[in-house]
């Protein structure tokens, strides 16, 4: 039987350095989907994810058994992708007083899809170009509750806002995703 | 009857949560900064003794202790740095890492809880109050620690947040005889 999360990570506090590879071969796709899709860039996207498993392994006697080491994880990783998001914008403003102007997330949609159509490789590039277009709490907010699925009161937890408020920014990212990919259309 | 925004919601998910693959080796690259990490890190203190400032913290096990629970800085006595032949037990038989650096210095772990912060450094008695000497290095998001073998006795310190705020340890006796406030530890120890 496989151990569990907690089972690994007590393995890990108890000096077995190579108990921490299962919880990464079990988190990286989920984790690695996020920080892609959040950055836009693999580079970057990987940067976050090597940054997030070694805070992790750093901070693991803190980690709850009661808490989810998914959940817990991803919450690191989201504060990481923030990081990210902060750098640039302030490396940006140093270097130009200017706009920050997201990388191009085309150059890095998904995973090289098998046998799609044309068209449907094209839309991909037109949602990620459209997701790089919102602001970065609203693709946060976004990507967790679409592509994570999680409810909006484990959204709050993780990002620490409030239910409403995120309520409020899903809608209105979802009306701004629709609306930039139906311009493209018109196009 | 289909509603368009449902219908995109539901594309939307289908299309987010498809995966995207980072190149092959990453997951081997995480393990060897791990391993690394393992490495370099003192781990071999296994259990410390929480002599500063009494023992209020009590026992703590592996790097980091409950610490923030109790507030927001602090200062924790790791134990002495291990050496072969130096693991031990006090009086009440719990286990000890008893050699040290010399058998002089006590590995004490400085902690300060400070989310907002960009660079904190810890200043005291021990690095001539330059702010440059010690930087804490910020583990968890918001949590930065630094660890430093201390002479037994008395010590002074404060903390640099962001090169401008000066931050006393709020859970530790402060003084303020000249100049900036500062807190206080004693590192328990035979001289």
């Given at each position: 039987m496989e151990p569990t999360d907690t089972q690994l990570v007590r393995r890990v506090l108890d000096g077995?350095?190579?108990?921490?590879a299962p919880l990464v071969d079990r988190y990286h796709d989920r984790l690695a989907r996020y920080a892609v899709r959040m950055l836009g860039d693999r580079e970057d996207a990987e940067e976050a994810l090597q940054d997030t498993f070694l805070r992790a392994y750093r901070a693991l006697d803190r980690y709850r058994d009661e808490e989810r080491f998914g959940g817990w994880l991803f919450r690191i990783l989201v504060n990481q992708c923030r990081s990210v998001v902060a750098r640039r914008q302030r490396r940006a403003e140093l270097l130009a007083g200017a706009r920050w102007d997201p990388p191009a997330v085309a150059a890095a949609?998904?995973?090289?899809?098998?046998?799609?159509g044309e068209g449907e490789g094209e839309l991909r590039e037109e949602l990620a170009r459209a997701l790089a277009e919102l602001p970065a709490p609203a693709r946060e907010a976004v990507l967790l509750r679409y592509a994570e699925e999680l409810t909006y009161e484990e959204m709050a937890s993780i990002t620490g806002s409030g239910v409403s408020a995120l309520k409020m920014r899903v809608q209105r990212a979802c009306a701004r995703l629709r609306s930039l990919l139906l311009e493209v259309d018109r196009v | 009857m289909s509603d368009p925004r449902r219908d995109f919601e539901t594309w939307l998910g289908g299309e987010l949560r498809r995966p995207a693959q980072l190149d092959p080796g990453s997951r081997a690259r995480i393990m060897q900064r791990v391993r690394t990490e393992a490495r370099t890190e003192a781990r071999t203190v296994e259990r410390g003794r929480a002599s500063a400032r009494g023992n209020r913290r009590g026992w703590v096990a592996g790097q980091v202790g409950a610490l923030l629970a109790a507030g927001v800085a602090g200062v924790l006595a790791l134990g002495t740095i291990d050496r072969l032949n130096g693991a031990g037990s006090d009086t009440a038989g719990r286990p000890v890492a008893a050699a040290s650096i010399r058998d002089t210095l006590r590995l004490v772990r400085f902690v300060l809880a400070a989310p907002t912060a960009s660079s904190v450094a810890l200043v005291g008695d021990f690095n001539g109050w330059r702010a440059g000497a010690t930087l804490l290095a910020e583990g968890e998001p918001g949590t930065w620690t630094a660890a430093v073998a201390l002479a037994p006795g008395p010590h002074r310190y404060a903390f640099v947040v962001d090169d401008t705020q000066w931050v006393t340890d709020p859970i530790a006796p402060v003084i303020a005889d000249s100049g900036r406030p500062s807190s206080t530890l004693f590192v328990e120890g035979s001289r």
């Open positions: 077995d350095v190579d108990a921490f949609p998904d995973a090289e899809g098998e046998g799609e | -």
